[in-house]
């Protein structure tokens, strides 16, 4: 008996190395053949209805205006008029359409559209190899490896590619960022340039991210508040705003101003209507702003919609509440999309492999039953990653990592409780939502097996 139980607890506290290094890097192998198969075959197979229209026409018209004019606009030139030249503007930031302009014919109009989609299939795909080494800092070989497949295999990260849209390069902007943040606990100073570099580019493709400064630099000064956190912070900030700062100069030279908040008073018009509807009537779902007689009036300035979403809250104070404190939160991190053609398809399709290969149904299947335990494994996550490091054992490193993510999905979702929590606005985030789900796991695991050796201590104590 003392020796079944010496050689239990042998076995649990023993360090975990399976898998081996070298299947690590074999399942790691496999596993990025298979995101390169799902979307290189999606990009190639799936037919987009229009896919030039809506947020995509205004990428395409900036990069059309910067490949042809030298000018970032979305407005359309017409030859030997007085609109001969686009009209500058700066309602979106530019990193993407730059990115588009890449595959825009010199000579011509047309946009080179399958080009431009298989190169976002190969960055989603380095996408997945770098959260491999994101995660790989504070979970366990074998937790990486099933964060690492997940991302892989998660159909909004696969469907995104056929979009002329941010969100895979975001991802990959935001997921590098990362990368060199997990490095900056190793008490080395180009993570830091680079982290503040990646997120101010980060900022310039979707400005959702660019408040994330604050909250991260605070916390950065806080964790190396005994090791000169002033110059890191100074560091990251000069950075950060370096890059920015190109595009606000910009802005203010061309423009006479810093910025163009249309956007922002979209986002918090569009996220004021509780369960995506206009009076509860189903037949405005995903639009209500459509529908609603005072849109044009709401949509005037910063002041009036803020005033409209005061009076709101005055008139059903009960229905706000749960809308802004609890409905937005569900249904930014819900599956399907909203504002869009529904499940993991923003612009409607025409034909899809989700619908006829094996691999592709699989998967769905899969991520489909496994979407809302994920996302309570993650809100765990984001929740134990503050606890005292006494009581999860992380190291220093691997709290600094587990915690600046865990502030980045708390950040995003603030953010979108207050403007509009369109699920598609999510999508980016995931491989850091899969990331945090299996940090969960491997607390939880943790602290089992510590609970078990306890019990097996105090037999082999009572037998000594």
Not at 148 to 156: D, K, Q, V
Not at 185 to 199: F, I, Q, T, Y
Request: glycine share 4%; net charge positive; aromatic share 14%.
């Amino acid at each position: 008996m003392f020796n079944q139980l010496t050689y239990l607890k042998t076995w649990l506290t023993r360090p975990r190395t399976l898998p081996t290094p070298l299947g690590q890097l074999v399942i790691l192998a496999i596993i990025l053949v298979l995101a390169l198969d799902l979307r290189l075959q999606s990009v190639l197979l799936t037919e987009v209805d229009t896919p030039i229209r809506a947020d995509a026409r205004d990428h395409f018209l900036y990069a059309y205006n910067l490949r042809h004019f030298g000018t970032y606009s979305r407005s359309i030139a017409i030859p030997n008029s007085s609109l001969d030249k686009p009209t500058p503007d700066a309602l979106r930031p530019p990193v993407y359409p730059l990115f588009v302009s890449l595959f825009i014919m010199a000579d011509s109009a047309q946009l080179s559209l399958k080009s431009l989609l298989v190169a976002q299939a190969l960055i989603s795909t380095l996408t997945v190899f770098i959260a491999f080494t994101l995660f790989r800092t504070f979970l366990t070989p074998s937790l990486t490896l099933a964060a690492t497949f997940l991302t892989a295999i998660s159909p909004h990260l696969v469907t995104m590619n056929i979009y002329v849209l941010t969100e895979t390069l975001f991802c990959f902007l935001v997921v590098t960022a990362f990368w060199a943040i997990a490095r900056v606990a190793d008490n080395r100073l180009w993570p830091l340039v680079v982290s503040g570099l990646l997120l101010a580019v980060g900022s310039l493709t979707r400005p959702a991210i660019q408040y994330f400064i604050v909250p991260w630099l605070t916390y950065l000064v806080w964790h190396f508040r005994y090791q000169q956190p002033i110059r890191r912070g100074v560091l990251v900030l000069v950075t950060f705003s370096l890059i920015f700062g190109i595009w606000t100069m910009r802005n203010l030279y061309t423009l006479d101003r810093s910025a163009d908040n249309t956007l922002m008073i979209s986002t918090l018009h569009h996220g004021a209507y509780p369960g995506f509807m206009y009076n509860d009537d189903p037949k405005t779902f995903g639009f209500p702003y459509r529908f609603d007689p005072k849109t044009p009036q709401i949509d005037k300035s910063l002041k009036t919609v803020i005033e409209e979403i005061q009076h709101r809250f005055r008139e059903e104070p009960a229905k706000y509440v749960r809308w802004y404190l609890f409905g937005k939160p569900i249904a930014l991190w819900s599956w399907s999309i909203v504002a869009g053609m529904g499940d993991v398809f923003v612009y409607p399709v025409t034909s899809t492999p989700y619908t006829y290969l094996p691999q592709f149904q699989l998967t769905h299947m899969v991520m489909y039953a496994l979407h809302w335990p994920l996302v309570l494994l993650a809100l765990a996550g984001c929740i134990i990653a503050w606890l005292p490091s006494s009581l999860t054992r992380l190291s220093k490193p691997q709290a600094f990592t587990a915690r600046s993510i865990s502030l980045l999905l708390i950040y995003f979702t603030l953010l979108h409780m207050v403007g509009a929590p369109f699920p598609r606005y999510s999508i980016p985030l995931r491989p850091f939502l899969y990331g945090m789900a299996m940090f969960t796991v491997a607390i939880g695991v943790a602290v089992v097996r510590a609970r078990i050796v306890r019990r097996i201590a105090l037999p082999e104590t009572n037998l000594q």
